[in-house]
């Protein structure tokens, strides 16, 4: 429950005064790094995960890549959010939590990434136009994010369905990934017949 220093942003990016879009829970790091591939030179990335086996093994595959635009580290986003991307020298353009871990049981709902001090935080960090994009495959995890997210709605974020209400459905899901490219999570999901819940925000200017 310790905050994570922030590294030394040179040592892990190229260019670290590039904009930065930030994924939390980045499980094994396909998303983050397809992204950081598909956008080399305009955009860094940086995956936060608790499991660290998992962030040594995605930083291992990058650097077999040659991705100079990705880093993940070791952290408990809920409290490290603040203190690593308060050095970060560039504009926090995008944050994404997909398919987050549900912690079914109620004494449980505590572990769940999205809480009020994480929201605060992102608040606090992301650029004017900056983008949330939430997804998941739990209907509940996904309702409890977007209650989270819309009680600061109307003080710091512009709620994308108010913008563009023919890309959602009738129960306010957004109905495509407007990032182009799927988590392993929705991959599974989609081909067994589930379906995805989607919100998107964005930072008031």
């Not at 396909?30 to 955009?43: D, I, P, Q, Y």
């Not at 549900?102 to 001090?117: D, E, G, N």
């Not at 977007?146 to 209400?165: G, H, I, S």
């Amino acid at each position: 429950m310790v905050p994570v220093l922030p590294p030394r942003w040179e040592d892990v990016f190229s260019d670290p005064s590039l904009p930065i879009a930030v994924d939390i829970g980045s499980g094994s790091g396909r998303f983050a790094m397809l992204l950081a591939k598909r956008n080399a030179g305009s955009c860094n990335y940086l995956g936060l995960e608790i499991r660290h086996q998992l962030v040594v093994r995605a930083n291992n595959w990058a650097a077999e890549l040659n991705l100079s635009n990705v880093c993940f580290i070791y952290a408990n986003a809920t409290v490290s959010f603040g203190s690593i991307m308060s050095t970060y020298p560039g504009p926090l353009k995008l944050v994404t939590i997909l398919c987050p871990d549900p912690h079914f049981k109620s004494r449980h709902h505590k572990r769940r990434i999205v809480q009020m001090q994480l929201v605060e935080k992102i608040i606090d960090s992301l650029a004017p136009g900056g983008k949330v994009f939430l997804q998941s495959d739990v209907k509940e995890v996904a309702e409890d994010m977007r209650r989270q997210f819309e009680v600061k709605v109307d003080a710091y974020f512009l709620n994308d369905l108010e913008v563009n209400p023919s890309s959602y459905d009738k129960d306010g899901w957004l109905l495509d990934n407007c990032l182009g490219v799927r988590s392993e999570r929705e991959i599974h999901a989609i081909a067994e017949g589930g379906q995805m819940y989607r919100s998107l925000y964005m930072k008031a200017s």
